[in-house]
Every structure is written in C-alpha cells, then in structure tokens.
C-alpha cells in the first residue's frame, strides 16, 4: 500500500483545512488509517484513527473536538478536518495503514506510511 498525504499549508489560528491521504497499491477497505504529526524536535504523536468500515473514529485529546477523520473507500482517501487550529498543532502530519480493520493508536502499529504534509499555523 502506497500512500500519498496532501493539503497542508500555513494557515492562522482559527482557521480550517482537511488533510488527505490518498491510498494505492494493494488498497482494500479491511485497513485501519491513523493520523499522526511530528513537530520539530519533537517525538511523532497521535492524533487519530478510523477503522476500516469508518464507522470507528478515536482522537486524542489535544484534538478532541476540533479534528475529524472520515474516509471514502470508494476513492481510496482518508481526510482530516481540522479547525480551530492552534499555533501548537504545527507539525508535520502523517497517515499511516495497517493490515486490520482496527486501528491502534501505537506508532509501531502501522506499517505503511505517506510522506508527510506540512501544517503550519501562525498566531
């Protein structure tokens, strides 16, 4: 599985902006995908998960409420809406598959990894 993450930018506090994460290769809905960021010289954190079907989502509690994961196994994409971004959720974001259609909130639970897609939020 390939995975291409998309849509960061600077943006302000306050403001809005979803994420993507497009996925190819050997693409099923039976994958979990999770969402973490890293920000400089810092260790990479979770931000979120949604199971295969969609239908279960998790978020941690630095985004509880302003962040939401959905996906469309139809397009192979996963998204994350974020809004009311603060200064703080500047990182690099990163979406991640694993071979389960449960996800775990655990960096080593993934083995597939995008990119990264740079978010950065001016106060």
């Known amino acids: 599985v390939q995975l291409q993450a998309s849509g960061g930018g600077l943006v302000q506090a306050g403001d809005s902006l979803r994420l993507s994460c497009a996925a190819s290769?050997?693409?099923?809905?039976?994958?979990?995908i999770g969402w973490f960021r890293q920000a400089a010289g810092k260790e990479r954190e979770y931000v979120g998960t949604i199971s295969g079907s969609g239908r279960i989502t998790d978020y941690s509690d630095a985004v509880k409420g302003r962040f939401t994961i959905s996906r469309d196994n139809a397009k192979n994409t996963v998204y994350l809406q974020m809004t009311s971004l603060k200064p703080e959720d500047t990182a690099v974001y990163y979406c991640a598959a694993r071979d389960a259609s449960y996800a775990t909130t655990s960096v080593n639970g993934y083995t597939y990894w995008g990119q990264g897609t740079l978010v950065t939020v001016s106060s």
């Open positions: 290769g050997r693409t099923s809905s039976n994958y979990a």
